[in-house]
């Protein structure tokens, strides 16, 4: 989400991008596009964590 030099709301706004492109993804897939698109960036000094968490209806 953090760039150096770019303010956070802009990663903020891409990442919300990118998970609504995955919505019907099943979670693993989900993980492994946001993933890959974290490591596109060509300034990445810190490493990449995500974490992901799926909501049941009840009963279900």
């Known amino acids: 989400m ?5 303010d956070i709301d802009e990663g903020i706004e891409r990442l919300r991008r990118a998970l609504a492109a995955t919505a019907s993804l099943p979670l693993s897939e989900t993980a492994d596009r946001l993933t890959r698109e974290a490591r596109q960036a060509t300034s990445r000094p810190d490493d990449i964590a995500l974490l992901l968490a799926a909501r049941w209806p009840e009963g279900g």
Do not use: I
């Open 2 to 6: 953090e760039r150096p030099g770019r």
